[in-house]
């Protein structure tokens, strides 16, 4: 059994910063794929960025050129760094890791207001 535990929302200005950590309990790089969800109130939970296991990348068109999700296989950590933040933005984010088996952290709260 694979445990993800997200850290890092919060609140934050529109046109702040926040950065996402993702720790696993095991070595990533047996994993095909990490990626960030988020759910919205009242919204499906929709796919913000992937990363996979040979480093290449996918982004939501929405968070294109303003999301970075990165890997740090040493610390079994993927992060998402998130800048010009936006209200839109606000919603409870999930790590997530794809083994064969998918897995899922608690999530994160994250709120985007002024």
């Known amino acids: 059994q694979v445990h993800l535990v997200e850290s890092g929302g919060g609140l934050v200005q529109p046109g702040g910063s926040l950065r996402l950590s993702c720790a696993a309990s095991e070595n990533i790089n047996t994993f095909w794929t990490m990626a960030w969800y988020r759910q919205a109130p009242e919204k499906h939970r929709e796919l913000v960025a992937v990363i996979y296991n040979g480093g290449s990348t996918n982004y939501a068109d929405s968070v294109k050129g303003r999301f970075t999700i990165s890997t740090d296989n040493a610390a079994r950590s993927v992060y998402l760094q998130m800048n010009a933040m936006k209200p839109e933005d606000t919603a409870v984010y999930y790590c997530?890791?794809?083994?064969?088996?998918?897995?899922w952290g608690q999530g994160t709260q994250v709120t985007v207001s002024s």
């Open positions: 997530n890791a794809d083994q064969g088996s998918i897995y």
